[in-house]
């Protein structure tokens, strides 16, 4: 079985400030790694998947993420957040080819002030 | 392409009535999910359908829920009777798989936010 934790339940910046949401993952198989992002009365959206070969992954609105698979992490980082940033964010992961359901993290509320 | 429909957005019941709340997911695929979001709380799976058969739902508190995906398309999910604890964002999620490149790549709808008093 796999699990998800995330290290951070709130993270305050400031407006172009870098931030980095960590996110630590536990299998016994090899695994996909998501994050989402979930902006307030919304649903989750996609922001990167790793699904194999390169361990940096690059997503939407300038978000990169890095999977080291010898610290079963998958930190989420940007270099300069905007306001528009500001919501709860999700990583999940589901097991290789299996087809199973994703099993998420508790989420990181990044807030980001001006 | 059109994206994962839920309805109704909003729902307010009171403990022990009924609530049921309905998927239509993305055209062709083949896996739908339901998850429960409690506030403050990552998505719980309840239930993973493919095409019209149960595939988990393990964590599926049967004795006041039920789901079907009848005809493989969309899905309704039930809670009777209600509890004040089943208050949550009701997320409905589908995927392409097992077509497609092997990975489960899901697509969320908005959610149904049930409130029970």
């Known amino acids: 079985a796999q699990s998800v934790t995330q290290l951070d339940s709130q993270v305050p910046v400031f407006e172009e400030a870098p931030v980095e949401l960590r996110c630590n993952y536990s299998?016994?198989?090899?695994?996909?790694l998501f994050w989402y992002v979930q902006y307030p009365n919304q649903g989750l959206q996609l922001l990167l998947k790793?699904?194999?070969?390169?361990?940096l992954v690059k997503g939407i609105n300038g978000f990169e993420a890095e999977f080291n698979k010898s610290q079963t992490s998958f930190h989420l980082r940007k270099p300069s957040v905007h306001i528009s940033d500001t919501a709860e964010y999700f990583c999940?992961?589901?097991?290789?080819?299996?087809?199973?359901?994703?099993?998420f993290g508790k989420g990181t509320t990044l807030s980001v002030s001006s | 392409e059109a994206g994962v429909a839920q309805s109704p957005r909003y729902k307010i019941i009171e403990k022990r009535q009924s609530v049921a709340f309905w998927c239509n997911p993305i055209s062709g695929h083949a896996t739908l999910y339901w998850y429960q979001q409690i506030l403050g709380q990552g998505p719980k799976l309840l239930i993973q359908?493919?095409?019209?058969?149960?595939?988990?739902d393990s964590q599926l508190p049967k004795d006041r829920f039920s789901a079907e995906r009848l005809k493989g398309v969309d899905s309704t999910l039930k809670i009777q009777p209600a509890k004040l604890e089943d208050s949550a964002v009701y997320l409905c999620a589908s995927s392409s798989f097992p077509t497609g490149s092997g990975a489960n790549v899901l697509t969320f709808g908005a959610g149904s936010r049930l409130t029970v008093l």
């Open positions: 299998s016994s198989v090899s695994v996909y």
């Open positions: 359908f493919q095409n019209n058969g149960v595939v988990d």
């Open positions: 790793y699904l194999s070969g390169s361990t």
């Open positions: 999940a992961v589901s097991e290789y080819q299996a087809g199973t359901a994703l099993i």
